[in-house]
């Protein structure tokens, strides 16, 4: 019987980890591939199948999966109703380059129909590599041409892929380092992450000297920095630990941007399609940014595609300006178009936000624990932030071993944020209430167990 055809409400873990086959696996693994595989390396199994919020290892064991695929599968694994959507474009056509299709101008339909009112008739859309990076990449590209400027801003602790360009935007300076002559023309200002003021300020006065400050300097003709072609921005940052920006802090700066004429590009690539509770986060902010960049999730069932949203003033491409040859997944259009009848349907952002104030109410009694220095989270995106109760300093170990303890339990979790010690979770949007129990009792379980 496959894990489908089980109604699963509890993970069963039987055997140390990783059990006799996926240790063989992961063996295998280590000598064929390249040393830059992440995920194996905390969570150490080999996985078999997969269904809705719960995988199975090769050795039988089974677990509430609450990083489902980096945030990809946003209505958990193999969802019957997608899997049926890209099983019969399957025999219909595969690749369409970028030739207009019936599932391309369905899928496109959809999306547009997914933005703000006021946002809708002047958007266009372009497909990108079917990457994140490959759409931020095209998203400056975007920008550079439309304004005739070079440089970008971008903010501390944010993330935007691994690629050369897109890693040059990111904040995490271990990636860079081995990577001589990086793109120029970058410059970071300090993100409103109060709980670790970049500025080792009041958090009650961020607004004011972050957003300030880069006021500042983008307007003195003696700071230093020109005008830029783009400001890049993650509303909630991922990677860089579940760290949602303040709504002051976004606000201001999009008057300082629409003021200086400064394309605003939002990164969605992980907030998108339902993740913090409504379909984009920048509707949360009350803002409209001029660039969207949107990926992981778009199909719904980890088929890849990446696009970026785009104020149709700023379409001064010439043909070919951007391209991939993958941009025409016609399986990630139908299974997108599909995705987004069932969010409509099933209520799904409803329940992002159900289940998102029940996370908060099971795990924010963890900050009586001296170790967590603060829990936080939008939707169905939330962390866990680990820190030395004496130093204040990040506590990547102990981190480290509340993931172990939580995989042993039967609860697959992520790490992020500074020295990685934010421990995340990304559960599929269409999450039950009865598995958030489960999972989040293993996550309290696993903090409480022992303290370093």
């Known amino acids: 019987m496959t894990l489908a055809q089980v109604t699963m409400t509890e993970p069963h873990v039987a055997c140390d980890l990783p059990g006799p086959r996926s240790a063989e696996l992961l063996a295998r693994q280590a000598r064929r591939e390249s040393n830059a595989r992440t995920y194996p390396r905390n969570l150490p199994i080999a996985l078999a199948e997969a269904a809705g919020s719960f995988v199975r290892d090769v050795d039988g064991n089974v677990f509430i999966d609450f990083l489902a695929g980096a945030g990809v599968l946003s209505l958990g ?13 399957l025999g219909v056509l595969t690749h369409g380059l970028d030739f207009p299709t019936p599932v391309k101008d369905a899928f496109l339909e959809a999306q547009l129909s997914m933005l703000p009112a006021g946002m809708r008739e002047r958007t266009k859309v372009h497909f990108c590599g079917p990457t994140g990076a490959n759409a931020i990449e095209a998203a400056i590209k975007l920008c550079k041409i439309a304004t005739g400027r070079g440089d970008v801003v971008t903010f501390q602790g944010g993330f935007h892929g691994s690629t050369h360009a897109a890693m040059a935007l990111t904040g995490l300076v271990s990636a860079k380092r081995p990577v001589p002559n990086g793109v120029p023309g970058t410059h970071f200002f300090p993100f409103s992450y109060c ?10 006065t961020c607004t004011t ?19 830029p072609a783009a400001v890049l921005l993650e509303l909630v940052q991922g990677e860089g630990g ?7 802090f976004v606000r201001r700066l999009r008057v300082l941007t629409r003021e200086l004429r400064i394309p605003l590009i939002v990164d969605e690539v992980q907030t998108g399609c339902g993740r913090t509770g409504t379909w984009f986060a920048f509707e949360q902010y009350g803002i409209e940014p001029d660039v969207v960049v949107a990926s992981k999730a778009l199909s719904g069932i980890g088929t890849p595609i990446a696009v970026i949203l785009y104020d149709d003033a700023l379409d001064g491409w010439a043909a ?6 993958f941009r025409g997944n016609q399986l990630a259009f139908a299974a997108g178009v599909e995705a987004v009848r069932i969010v409509r349907r099933d209520d799904i952002l409803g329940n992002v936000r159900r289940r998102g104030a029940q996370i908060a ?13 603060e829990v936080r989270g939008r939707g169905l995106m939330w962390g866990i932030e680990i820190a030395d109760p004496e130093t204040g300093l990040p506590a990547a170990e102990f981190a480290r071993a509340i993931q172990a303890r939580a995989l042993r339990r039967g609860l697959i979790v992520e790490r992020g944020g500074r020295e990685d010690c934010v421990v995340r979770i990304l559960p599929p949007l269409n999450v039950t209430a009865e598995v958030v129990d489960t999972a989040c009792t293993i996550l309290v379980d696993a903090v409480e167990a022992g303290h370093p």
Do not use: F, K
Request: with cysteine; proline share 10%; glycine share 8%.
């Open 77 to 89: 694994h193999n969802h019957p109703e997608l899997v049926r959507s890209v099983t019969a474009q």
């Open 195 to 204: 709980g670790r003021c970049p500025l080792a300020l009041s958090p009650d």
């Open 209 to 227: 000297n972050c957003v300030g400050y880069l006021e500042r300097s983008l307007t003195d003709g003696n700071a230093g920095i020109p005008l």
């Open 242 to 248: 579940v760290v949602p920006a303040t709504a002051d």
């Open 320 to 325: 070919g300006a951007h391209i991939g040859t």
């Open 361 to 373: 109410e099971r795990l924010t009694p963890l900050m009586a624990d001296p170790w967590v220095r």
